[in-house]
T-cell receptor, first 114, second 109 residues
């Protein structure tokens, strides 16, 4: 069973704080993704990584950065949190070797920025 | 531009009624289409993919290239089908998914 874990289920931070969201997968997947999920907007891709130290901007990268130092771990960083970054953040992973292109999701981190 | 459109934010039906969740896409080429589902307090998970031509939990979806649609159907809804459903698209040769805005299905007893 693929397992994707996220470091926190709920997080409350103050405007201007630096925030780290961690994601770990245990299936040796090459691809990892960070999305934010907002009502009425669906899932929007923030960043994508297809290998260690490799990253690619998604649709809404502004205000975010990422780090992938190890294959199993993908971190999302909010350099200076703002209230409009209050959202549910989902991490996902997938295998490049699979022809099915299925993404496996973590439970999500609900971030509130005050 | 690549886009997935789910026109309904909320779909409410009674148990036993047929269900159709609409999905239209815009893509220049041959996309791969998926339906993902998120039950209450559970993580988002794959429901079905068009290339498998499978029926999962009684749901089916047919890719209609002429109408650029991939509607999800079930002949008799069950209460346990209540969930958030997302249609998603992937281009050939890419690992990224483009998601629609989602449709919440409510099945009343």
């Amino acid at each position: 069973d693929v397992k994707v874990t996220q470091s926190s289920r709920y997080l409350v931070k103050r405007t201007g704080e630096k925030v780290f969201l961690e994601c770990v997968q245990d299936m040796d997947h090459e691809n990892m993704f960070w999305y934010r999920q907002d009502p009425g907007l669906g899932l929007r891709l923030i960043y994508f990584s297809y290998d260690v130290k490799m990253k690619e901007k998604g649709d809404i990268p502004e205000g975010y950065s990422v780090s992938r130092e190890k294959k199993e771990r993908f971190s999302l960083i909010l350099e200076s949190a703002s209230t409009n970054q209050t959202s549910m953040y989902l991490c996902a992973s997938s295998s490049r070797a699979s022809s099915y292109n299925e993404q496996f999701f973590g439970p999500g981190t609900r971030l509130t920025v005050l | 531009a690549q886009r997935v459109t789910q026109p309904e934010k909320l779909l409410s039906v009674f148990k036993g009624a047929p269900v159709e969740l609409k999905c239209n896409y815009s893509y220049s080429g041959s996309p791969e289409l998926f339906w993902y589902v998120q039950y209450s307090r559970q993580r988002l998970q794959l429901l079905l993919r068009h290339i498998s031509r499978e029926s999962i939990k009684g749901f089916t979806a047919d890719l209609n290239k002429g109408e650029t649609s991939f509607h999800l159907k079930k002949p008799f809804a069950q209460e346990e089908d209540s969930a958030m459903y997302y249609c998603a698209l992937s281009g050939r040769g890419t690992d990224k998914l483009i998601f629609g805005t989602g449709t919440r299905l409510q099945v009343f007893p």
